[in-house]
C-alpha cells in the first residue's frame, strides 16, 4: 500500500486504518503460499525482500508513488500487479509499470492471476466481467495486520454500490450502481469475532440505510452485540426515524454524510438526489436528538460556489454544530462523470496525480480563480479546526462526543502539520 506524502492532510492523520481490500484479496490466496501485506503508511518498504509477486492496490492520489515502487521491485526482476480504483480507469498508464493491471473488483480474478502466474502464463490484463456477490464473499485475513500501528483493524464491508451516481464519486463509478448486500448472520458473526478486541466497528459501506429493509434487519440483530460503531450513510436517513432510533440503539456513533454544498444549483448539478437544502439543519438536529454525530462532507468548487461560499459553509457549521466536517476541493477523478465534463468543457489544468488528493486545484473554476479557490480551501480549514471553532460546535455534551472531540483533536492535529511541511516544501504552489 503506498503512503500519504505528508504535506498532505491524510499523510499527517495520527488515525491509522488498513486497507479492507487487501486482507480481503488475502483471504482469496491460497494457503500454500506465503503472502505478507506491507502499508507505506505505518512502515517503510524492505526494498531489499526477496518475493516473487509484488501487488499494489492505486487510488489516484497515489498513482505516482505507487508507480515508482512498482518501477523499482521491476527493476530487480519482480513481477508486479496493480489494481484498484485508478488501474481500473488508466489502465494503460498503469501497464508502463506493471506486468499485469486486474480492472475492476479484484476477489474473483485474484485466484486467477496466481494461478497463471504459477504457470507462467500471466496476462497483461485481467477484468471483472460483473460483480461480486457479495453473499460468497470470504472474511478478510486480519490476522495478517499483525502489531502494525493501527487506531484499530474492526473495518468490515456489508453493502457494496451506490444507486446514486452523484458524478464526482469515484466510489460509484467503480462499484456500480447496483446495490448488493451480504447475509446478515455472516456479517454479525464476524462482528461478534472482531470486538473481542475493540468493540467500535467502522462500517466502511457507501451508503449503509439505502436497502431500508436490510438496513434495519441488521440494525436489530447488532442490537445484541453492545458495539460502538460508525459508517456513511445519505442524509435522508433523517427522514426515516424510526430506522435513525434503531440504529442508535444498535450502538451508531456517528455518521459520515455527504451535504456537499449549501447551493441548491450545486446539489442538481452534481446529481446529490436525496439532498434537500430546506431540510438539512432539520436533518442533523434529527441525528443529534438521537444521539449520532455528523461528519459532513463539503465539495468545494462546484460551478455555483463564489468567494463568498466559504464564510457561509463555516457560518452554517457554527450554527448547526457540525460536529466534525471535510471539506474537499473538486477533483476531476478519471472514470467519473465530473472528470468527462470537465474535459469537454477544457477545464482540467492539470494530470500530475499527486495533485489528486483533494486539496489542490486541478481544474477552472467557474465564479472565482483557481487561486482563490485554494485560497478559500485552506481559509475554511483554519477556520474549522480552530480551538474556537471546536468549543463552538462541541459544547453540547452528548454520547457521540466520545468520538468526535477525539476525532476533532487528531484532524486538527493533522491539518496543522501538513500546512506546515506544505510551507516548507512549496507544494501547494499553483
Known amino acids: 500500500m503506498p503512503g500519504w506524502a505528508p504535506y498532505t492532510f491524510w499523510g499527517q492523520m495520527p488515525f491509522k486504518f488498513p486497507s479492507l481490500s487487501l486482507v480481503t484479496l488475502a483471504a482469496y490466496t491460497p494457503d500454500e503460499i506465503d503472502i505478507s501485506i506491507v502499508d507505506e503508511n505505518v512502515e517503510s518498504i524492505d526494498f531489499n525482500d526477496s518475493v516473487d509477486l509484488v501487488g499494489i492496490t492505486v487510488m489516484t492520489p497515489l498513482a505516482n508513488r505507487a508507480y515508482e515502487i512498482a518501477d523499482h521491485f521491476r527493476k530487480i526482476g519482480t513481477t508486479v500487479v496493480l489494481g484498484g480504483f485508478h488501474p481500473t480507469w488508466m489502465t494503460d498508464e498503469s501497464l508502463q509499470h506493471a506486468d499485469t ?18 504457470q507462467g502464463r500471466l496476462a497483461k490484463i485481467y477484468r471483472s466481467d460483473a460483480p461480486v456477490d457479495l453473499l460468497r464473499v470470504k472474511r478478510p485475513r486480519r490476522s495478517l495486520l499483525g502489531e502494525k500501528k493501527y487506531l484499530f483493524t474492526n473495518m468490515i464491508q456489508v453493502t457494496r454500490g451506490c444507486p446514486y451516481a452523484c458524478e464526482f464519486c ?4 467503480f462499484f456500480g450502481k447496483r446495490f448488493r448486500t451480504r447475509a446478515i448472520d455472516s456479517v454479525i458473526e464476524e462482528m461478534d469475532e472482531m ?12 451508503n449503509i440505510i439505502y436497502d431500508r429493509h436490510y438496513a434495519e434487519a441488521l440494525f436489530s ?5 453492545k458495539i460502538k460503531w460508525l459508517s456513511h450513510a445519505s442524509l435522508d436517513f433523517a427522514v ?4 435513525l432510533s434503531l440504529a442508535a440503539k444498535s450502538g ?21 438526489k436525496t439532498n434537500r437544502n430546506a431540510l438539512f439543519a432539520e436533518s442533523i438536529k434529527v441525528f443529534h436528538d438521537n444521539g449520532i454525530g455528523i461528519l459532513a462532507s463539503f465539495v468545494l468548487g462546484y460551478d455555483y460556489d463564489d468567494k463568498n461560499t466559504f464564510d457561509r459553509l463555516l457560518d452554517f457549521c457554527h450554527a448547526e454544530k457540525v460536529d466534525s466536517a471535510i471539506f474537499p476541493v473538486l477533483t476531476p477523478f478519471p472514470g467519473t462523470a465530473l472528470r468527462k465534463r470537465l474535459s469537454c468543457q477544457n477545464r482540467i489544468l492539470s494530470n500530475d496525480w499527486s495533485r489528486y488528493d483533494m486539496e489542490h486545484v486541478n481544474f477552472q473554476p467557474k465564479l ?14 483554519e477556520g474549522f479546526w480552530s480551538f474556537n471553532s471546536m468549543l463552538r460546535r462541541l459544547c453540547k455534551l452528548q454520547r457521540s462526543n466520545q468520538v468526535f472531540v477525539p476525532m ?17 516544501k512549496g507544494a501547494l504552489c499553483l
Open 408 to 424: 476533532n483533536i487528531g484532524f486538527r492535529s493533522a491539518w496543522k502539520k501538513s500546512r506546515k511541511t506544505s510551507e516548507q
Open 195 to 206: 470486538i473481542k478486541k475493540n468493540i467500535f466497528v467502522f462500517i466502511v459501506d457507501d
Open 221 to 225: 440483530e447488532m442490537t445484541h452485540l
Open 368 to 381: 472565482m480563480s483557481a487561486a482563490e479557490l485554494q485560497e478559500g480551501f485552506e481559509r475554511i480549514n
Open 252 to 272: 451508531c456513533m456517528g455518521m459520515f454524510v455527504g451535504i456537499e454544498s449549501l447551493h441548491a444549483d450545486n446539489i442538481a448539478m452534481m446529481g446529490k
Open 240 to 243: 426515516d426515524r424510526k430506522l
Open 101 to 118: 493491471v486486474v480492472v475492476g473488483e479484484g476477489e474473483e480474478l485474484w485466484p486467477q492471476v496466481l494461478n497463471d502466474f504459477r
Open 170 to 173: 469515484s466510489v460509484t463509478a
